[in-house]
């Protein structure tokens, strides 16, 4: 049985730091691309970051309203992919998902493409 399971989310100020994690059983996360994806409420999901290994080397991708404030980051030994958020704004609230599939390809951020997915850990930027 394939289990990712994310943790690391709560409350947070605005400008703070929170580092989520995905922890994974029953698969291998070193041979899988992963994304972390997030839904506020009342809107779509939307893919935040991937990561993933392909024959030219390690891939990762961010969407614009991240870049330069969080980073993507995986530990085979411990079978976990991270996602350390920095500089959080009140727009970043949300429940954010990790996902995963079995390929060796560079990575994107659309949700279709995925295979595995977690039950979510929910971000709250607020005062």
């Known amino acids: 049985q394939f289990l990712l399971v994310e943790s690391g989310g709560g409350l947070v100020q605005p400008g703070g730091s929170l580092n989520l994690t995905c922890t994974a059983s029953?698969?291998?996360?070193?041979?899988?691309?992963v994304a972390w994806f997030r839904q506020a409420p009342g809107k779509g999901r939307e893919g935040v970051s991937c990561?993933?290994?392909?024959?030219?080397?390690?891939?990762?991708k961010y969407t614009d309203s991240v870049k330069g404030r969080f980073t993507i980051s995986k530990d085979n030994a411990k079978n976990s992919v991270y996602l350390q958020m920095d500089s959080l704004k009140p727009e970043d609230t949300a429940d954010y998902y990790c996902?995963?599939?079995?390929?060796?390809?560079?990575?994107?951020?659309?949700?279709?493409?995925?295979?595995?997915w977690g039950q979510g850990t929910r971000v709250t930027v607020s005062t």
């Open positions: 996902a995963a599939r079995h390929i060796s390809a560079a990575c994107i951020n659309d949700e279709s493409w995925y295979d595995h």
């Open positions: 990561t993933s290994i392909r024959s030219s080397g390690i891939n990762t």
């Open positions: 029953g698969l291998t996360l070193a041979s899988y691309a």
